[in-house]
């Protein structure tokens, strides 16, 4: 009896030095006989993991759906701004509305603009639209864009080749 508490000391001690160093996984079993003791088997597999280094670029996982957008139209094309804002939402972009009110400048391409903290979900929306350009909020269009976190301001390039 006191070589099989013995054994499975020596068991306990195998399973936690192979647990400290790491690099090999292992697996444990434990039984229990009639007698009340406990018997051990541990099963050690060495495993060589080769290290690679992955670039991944944090992308915010939030649902189109939820994704609050204003669209304005930077161009005298009227309805621009609604057929795009109908546009983002076929594509799943169900708070996208066009607002009246046009921004400042001259508006040659289109631009997709954040709020502080969505980034991510500007750049996903500039992406659905074939949009390059994705900027900060500018406080002159955020004094049009109510409470939109993602504003979208149709330039000439949409009004001359379309939505």
């Not at 994704?67 to 169900?94: D, F």
């Not at 709020?115 to 406080?139: D, F, I, K, R, T």
Request: glycine share 10%.
């Amino acid at each position: 009896m006191l070589a099989l508490a013995g054994a499975v000391g020596l068991a306990v001690i195998v399973v936690v030095a192979v647990s400290l160093l790491g690099g090999s996984s292992g697996s444990s079993s434990a039984k229990h006989t009639a007698g009340g003791t406990t018997a051990a088997t541990t099963t050690t597999t060495a495993a060589h993991h080769k290290a690679t280094k992955t670039t991944t670029k944090s992308v915010s996982h939030v649902a189109a759906a939820n994704v609050t957008i204003t669209v304005l139209n930077g161009t005298e094309t009227a309805g621009l701004a609604h057929q795009i804002s109908a546009n983002l939402q076929q594509r799943g972009y169900s708070q996208a509305a066009a607002l009246a009110g046009r921004p400042t400048g001259a508006n040659q391409v289109t631009v997709v603009q954040y709020s502080a903290g969505h980034q991510p979900e500007a750049e996903a929306v500039a992406s659905s639209l074939g949009v390059s350009q994705v900027q900060p909020l500018e406080s002159t269009v955020s004094s049009l864009a109510g409470p939109a976190k993602v504003v979208v301001i149709v330039g000439h390039d949409k009004a001359t080749s379309g939505p």
